[in-house]
């Protein structure tokens, strides 16, 4: 077994690891003869509040964490920028503002959330995009752009979430950025959007490889580098959007699992892709099984984990980039 194929064999074993962790631990703890048991007979009520509650937040933190890694591996190859986030670049805060926006004005509709969220998403990247090519994407124009759309589009949820407060009109736990009290109607919404986006993903890896090389270079080998770069980005937007829909704003996840993925199996997107969907599941259930284990009953959230890790790593990456990405 070579090592690339051995990183992927240790991050999966992790990965069942942790879930198999996360659903016994708690303030309902059982065993596993009881976990299988009730499979069979049911009846067990802890078992039950494991099934009702702990199994959608462990489903929803996986997919988030697989969805919000992926995308960072796709607006990183658009983009030519290892330092490209959802979180980073404003994606998730346009996805989040307008997902609350769908969820006051047209609270019946089944998909408003999902469908606000890439509405919203890519108003923010295209925001991005225009506002910072100058003859070509600079990777710190990138940044910077970035940073202002996220800042605009928290500054009017901030408002729209006062306006709210002021009028007494309940939101739920929904539109907060932790994974606390998840429905299985959330869970439908995040495993159906994102295994489309993590398919289409794949499928266009060979596409994200292509895009590694200079546009003439990629244009001589038959590909149409605008369109390409288009859908690759709608499929990277579908990915954040969803993912902040249902589990919030969680920044970071998107920079540091591609960087480490980079460094243990390579660029080739083939496997770059389906490696950091995994990695990303491992990452955000871990962080948020510590998160509700470690001071309980009190809780840590996921989001708040990953901006402690991440904003040092963000720093570490802009620090080190003058050598390696030339900004």
């Known amino acids: 077994m070579n090592k690339k194929n051995f990183y992927f064999v240790i991050v999966t074993i992790l990965l069942l690891v942790v879930t198999g962790f996360s659903v016994l631990s708690g303030s309902v703890s059982v065993t596993i003869k009881e976990l299988i048991m009730d499979l069979f007979y049911g009846g067990n009520e802890e078992v039950a509040v494991i099934r009702d509650l702990r199994y959608p937040r462990i489903i929803v933190a996986m997919f988030a964490g697989a969805a919000l890694s992926v995308a960072g591996v796709l607006f990183q190859s658009v983009m030519r920028n290892p330092l490209a986030d959802a979180g980073v670049i404003g994606i998730s805060a346009g996805a989040s503002f307008f997902s609350l926006f769908g ?122 580098v605008n369109v390409s770069r288009i859908m690759i980005s709608a499929i990277a937007v579908l990915l954040a959007a969803v993912a902040t829909s249902v589990a919030g704003v969680i920044v970071f996840v998107g920079l540091l699992v591609p960087h480490i993925a980079r460094q243990l199996i390579g660029t080739d997107h083939k496997r770059l892709i389906p490696f950091s969907a995994i990695a990303g599941a491992l990452l955000i259930l871990t962080a948020d099984t510590l998160g509700r284990t470690l001071i309980a009953p009190l809780e840590i959230p996921a989001s708040t984990i990953m901006a402690v890790i991440g904003g040092p790593f963000l720093i570490f990456l802009l620090r080190k980039s003058d050598k390696v990405y030339g900004i």
């Open 103 to 224: 969820m006051l004005f047209l609270p019946g509709l089944y998909i408003s959330g999902p469908l606000f969220a890439f509405i919203g998403g890519s108003i923010a990247c295209f925001l991005v995009y225009s506002m910072s090519w100058k003859s070509g994407l600079s990777p710190l124009r990138i940044i910077l752009t970035g940073i202002a759309v996220s800042a605009m589009f928290t500054g009017l949820r901030e408002a729209l979430l006062m306006i709210c407060s002021y009028f007494n009109i309940a939101l739920g736990p929904s539109n907060s950025s932790t994974l606390t009290m998840k429905t299985w109607a959330e869970v439908e919404i995040i495993v159906m959007y994102g295994i489309l986006g993590l398919v289409l993903a794949f499928l266009v890896s060979p596409w994200c490889n292509l895009l590694a090389l200079q546009d003439k270079k990629a244009k001589n080998l038959g590909m149409n």
